[in-house]
């Protein structure tokens, strides 16, 4: 039995990049963050490449940051030289044995996953995607508890504290982002649509390349003020990706999209409850005229924001660390 829990050391392996998007690392973000205000010490373990945004959210936080090898067993041998106490798996692109490998080598192991656990072996497997504890489920490891569902979202501090303030005038403002990297391209195609139903609005559009997007638009580079500007907006467009946590929390009004096939699940859900407007993936002209109508009707827009409020609690991220802590605790190494 370890005497403090300061001695706790757990290891995040994920990564993030301009393919493979950021959304990994902000939900592992966020637990590093309640993991640190309860004296554990966090160290991540992967690649961060092609995002200054993404690189900034350790660097800032104080975060460690450990090239990771991708063979299963020369990663539990790291995790070895690195005494840590338990890991966290947040990829789709690891090899399947990974968490076996840790496992065997004495590793109590979270991982996270969107629905498919594809192939991995662990102690606890943690979907945070709406409606998950209703879906079927099949671990790979006979023995791994099932944390599932929203009441377990992973919410950063900048999140957490914020609170929704609209702007008042007589345009709505609309904020519009896919991701920390909009690594499908797609923000010059749906800041296109809103400029093309016709309506009065003003409009923020993040992207990681500058374009030109009409007056009624500002392009901004990707930003710590996403919270704020999440809090402020009558309408944010975005994809059905870990960003939607926050919105839901915050009780924004959100029109969806998806940019790739695992998002497919959480903007089902959503849609079908009418916590959000659903745009389609594409943004045609059936998009277009779905934006149309929540631009000029405020009462349709705050009815998504209603439906989605109060879906997200705040506190998943303390039930998740809760679960990590007890079992790396529990570990007799």
């Given at each position: 039995?370890?005497?403090?829990?300061?001695?706790?050391?757990?290891?995040?392996?994920?990564?993030?990049?301009?393919?493979?998007?950021?959304?990994?690392?902000?939900?592992?973000?966020?637990?590093?963050?309640?993991?640190?205000?309860?004296?554990?010490?966090?160290?991540?373990?992967?690649?961060?490449?092609?995002?200054?945004?993404?690189?900034?959210?350790?660097?800032?936080?104080?975060?460690?940051?450990?090239?990771?090898?991708?063979?299963?067993?020369?990663?539990?041998?790291?995790?070895?030289?690195?005494?840590?106490?338990?890991?966290?798996?947040?990829?789709?692109?690891?090899?399947?044995?990974?968490?076996?490998?840790?496992?065997?080598?004495?590793?109590?192991?979270?991982?996270?996953?969107?629905?498919?656990?594809?192939?991995?072996?662990?102690?606890?497997?943690?979907?945070?995607?709406?409606?998950?504890?209703?879906?079927?489920?099949?671990?790979?490891?006979?023995?791994?508890?099932?944390?599932?569902?929203?009441?377990?979202?992973?919410?950063?501090?900048?999140?957490?504290?914020?609170?929704?303030?609209?702007?008042?005038?007589?345009?709505?403002?609309?904020?519009?982002?896919?991701?920390?990297?909009?690594?499908?391209?797609?923000?010059?195609?749906?800041?296109?649509?809103?400029?093309?139903?016709?309506?009065?609005?003003?409009?923020?559009v993040v992207s990681p390349e500058p374009f030109a997007a009409g007056d009624s638009i500002t392009v901004v580079r990707p930003t710590d003020r996403l919270p704020e500007l999440m809090a402020g907006a009558d309408l944010v467009v975005t994809a059905a990706g870990s960003a939607i946590w926050e919105l839901l929390y915050l009780g924004v009004p959100t029109a969806l999209s998806w940019v790739a096939d695992n998002q497919l699940i959480g903007y089902e859900e959503l849609v079908g409850r009418g916590a959000a407007a659903g745009l389609g993936r594409a943004p045609d002209a059936a998009a277009v005229g779905v934006l149309a109508r929540l631009?000029?009707?405020?009462?349709?827009?705050?009815?998504?924001?209603?439906?989605?409020?109060?879906?997200?609690?705040?506190?998943?991220?303390?039930?998740?660390?809760?679960?990590?802590?007890?079992?790396?605790?529990?570990?007799?190494?």
């Open positions: 039995m370890r005497a403090q829990q300061a001695a706790v050391r757990i290891g995040v392996r994920c990564d993030a990049g301009v393919s493979g998007g950021v959304g990994h690392l902000v939900r592992c973000v966020a637990l590093a963050e309640e993991l640190r205000a309860r004296g554990a010490d966090v160290v991540f373990l992967g690649e961060v490449a092609g995002s200054p945004w993404a690189s900034a959210q350790l660097g800032e936080r104080g975060l460690p940051l450990r090239a990771a090898p991708s063979a299963p067993v020369r990663l539990a041998a790291l995790a070895c030289e690195l005494r840590l106490d338990a890991l966290v798996l947040d990829s789709y692109d690891l090899p399947a044995g990974t968490g076996a490998a840790l496992r065997e080598a004495g590793f109590p192991v979270l991982a996270i996953v969107d629905g498919d656990p594809l192939g991995q072996e662990a102690d606890l497997y943690l979907d945070q995607n709406l409606g998950a504890e209703r879906r079927p489920f099949h671990a790979p490891a006979a023995d791994g508890t099932r944390l599932a569902g929203a009441r377990y979202a992973l919410l950063r501090d900048s999140v957490r504290r914020r609170r929704r303030e609209p702007r008042r005038g007589p345009e709505p403002h609309v904020l519009c982002f896919f991701g920390g990297t909009d690594s499908a391209g797609v923000a010059p195609a749906w800041a296109r649509a809103l400029v093309e139903t016709g309506r009065p609005f003003r409009g923020t631009l000029g009707d405020a009462a349709a827009r705050e009815e998504h924001g209603r439906r989605g409020g109060g879906l997200v609690d705040g506190r998943g991220r303390e039930r998740v660390a809760d679960a990590l802590l007890a079992l790396a605790r529990s570990d007799p190494r």
